[in-house]
């Protein structure tokens, strides 16, 4: 096709109603075994607050803290206000959001699957360091190398996801990373519920035990085939075309083909893309790959995962007692995910994130209120009040899992023109990661400073952001991620911002 009949994604038309193909056992097996990069994070998330409240891992790393913990009550919501503690968590984040910048020419250049091999890898390293830490130093080097592999892992798996799915299921097969996700967080809570008894080396167990996802992602990245979008950008067509045929069982698969081939030319014709997704055709991209994840993190829900075993002790819940709660919070969120991914295709992506995103809110302002109400800073929640926090805090969680938890990766992931894709996608993880880190430094020392008003901090934000996306996210439903061009030029607000079609397709013809 000639480059001045491109539109500015490469697609020239819209052939939607046109693709051929059913669901195959060869794509399900490649998006579970895919999907696994997803427990990777998970089971950090879970992991490490559990980690964090067991005494023997205290006292050996944190022995302030530690102290801290078992003899002053004068303040309840500052037990665990220290920045070294906060750093244990959050530096993965750090080294993630950097790594995930270095995996974007790297995805894009050699393949989703070698990313998703580096990111196994890398994690297998940071399991085993921590694991066998003997000293502070060696610990967070341990939590850095994990880093690495969440920001490769993060980069690749959606994409990859994004890309073998078939268009009318790719909703619920791409959630398949954030179901991963949450069955790691609740298998990190049942791992830590058990290892908390094994004193005092039960955190070196939780934390090994890393290295066992990390394990099945790597090799699953050595067997998964290559997306066809990859290996057609790559210049590998016929080998492409295969992959299609053999993923969507059907060898009548032209109008796709032909999607995949027009987006990879102008693709190949990119040669800077994160210089690219800054033009003006591609600003609602670039505006959801900065406020989706953005707003993902600021409901809050990484502050209870990360969290949750502390934030319950501080509430006055016992140690076994706060990690099974958090185990409880855990078991909620995976089976709230498996409820988005039933009913994404069906319903829509923006009536799951604002259906959530309000309910969400009525749970922080509760919490909120019994805390401000019935706990200070010196008593605890009687029983009674402390199984309504928990029954609360379950139904957020529930909220959360059923819309931005799997949506704040979906929806960044599916709506990336080729040629900016995998930029696209390092921007959602870098400032996911970002704002993950900030959260991850600075919640104890939040929860310190305004102790029961934290709920309501996250609250004033998950209303902005349901708002945001009432106003600005059209539906992506049942769109092809080739010709999602042409849902931002029918949107009320984004047909203004972007450019007329002769001035895109004068851009095309100079590209």
């Known amino acids: 096709m000639a480059g001045g009949s491109l539109a500015p994604t490469g697609v020239a038309k819209e052939r939607a109603d046109q693709y051929q193909g059913k669901v195959t056992v060869y794509v399900i097996v490649s998006c579970l075994v895919a999907a696994v990069g997803g427990s990777l994070f998970g089971y950090d998330i879970g992991i490490s607050g559990g980690v964090t409240s067991m005494d023997g891992f205290l006292s050996k790393f944190f022995p302030t803290v530690y102290t801290q913990k078992k003899h002053a009550h004068e303040n309840n919501y500052c037990k665990y206000n220290n920045q070294g503690l906060a750093a244990f968590t959050s530096s993965l984040y750090l080294a993630g959001l950097v790594s995930s910048l270095v995996a974007s020419p790297i995805t894009r250049k050699y393949g989703r699957r070698g990313s998703i091999i580096c990111g196994g890898l890398s994690f297998i390293i940071g399991a085993t360091l921590d694991a066998s830490a003997v000293n502070l130093a060696m610990l967070i080097l341990g939590r850095i190398m994990l ?5 490769f892992g993060n980069q690749a798996v959606p994409l990859y996801l994004s890309e073998m799915a078939p268009t009318h299921l790719r909703g619920g097969l791409n959630m398949m990373f954030q179901l991963a996700t949450t069955l790691g967080i609740f298998t990190a809570n049942m791992i830590n519920y058990g290892t908390e008894r094994i004193h005092p080396w039960g955190w070196r167990v939780s934390l090994g035990l890393a290295a066992a996802p990390a394990i099945l992602m790597a090799v699953g990245g050595i067997l998964l085939p290559e997306t066809p979008n990859s290996l057609i950008e790559r210049g590998s067509m016929e080998k492409g075309k295969k992959v299609l045929e053999k993923i969507r069982g059907t060898t009548n698969i032209h109008a796709e083909l032909q999607d995949i081939v027009d987006a990879s030319e102008l693709a190949n014709s990119i040669k800077h893309p994160f210089r690219n997704i800054l033009e003006k055709r591609n600003r609602p991209e670039l505006t959801m790959a900065i406020f989706m994840p953005t707003f993902q993190i600021l409901t809050g829900i990484n502050s209870i995962l990360f969290y949750a075993p502390v934030l319950f002790q501080t509430m006055g819940f016992g140690g076994r007692a706060s990690l099974y709660s958090s185990a409880v919070t855990g ?181």
């Open 147 to 151: 880093g690495f592999g969440i920001g």
């Open 331 to 511: 078991a909620v969120l995976a089976s709230s995910t498996l409820i988005s991914i039933a009913t994404v295709d069906r319903w829509g992506r923006r009536a799951l994130l604002i259906g959530g995103g309000i309910l969400m809110i009525i749970c922080q302002v509760i919490v909120a209120i019994i805390l401000g109400l019935k706990f200070g800073s010196d008593k605890e929640l009687t029983k009674g009040y402390s199984t309504l926090v928990v029954v609360v805090i379950c139904l957020f969680v529930a909220a959360f899992g059923v819309s931005w938890g799997p949506l704040g990766w979906t929806v960044p992931s599916e709506i990336f023109p080729l040629e900016i894709r995998s930029a696209g996608q390092s921007i959602t993880v870098a400032v996911n990661l970002f704002f993950t880190f900030i959260i991850g430094q600075s919640f104890l020392s939040l929860l310190c400073a305004f102790k029961f008003g934290i709920f309501l901090f996250f609250a004033g934000w998950i209303t902005i952001m349901t708002i945001f996306v009432y106003l600005f996210l059209p539906e992506t439903n049942g769109v092809p991620i080739e010709e999602m061009v042409f849902l931002w030029k029918k949107h009320w607000f984004w047909k203004r911002v972007l450019p007329k079609d002769s001035e895109s397709n004068g851009n095309a013809e100079a590209a």
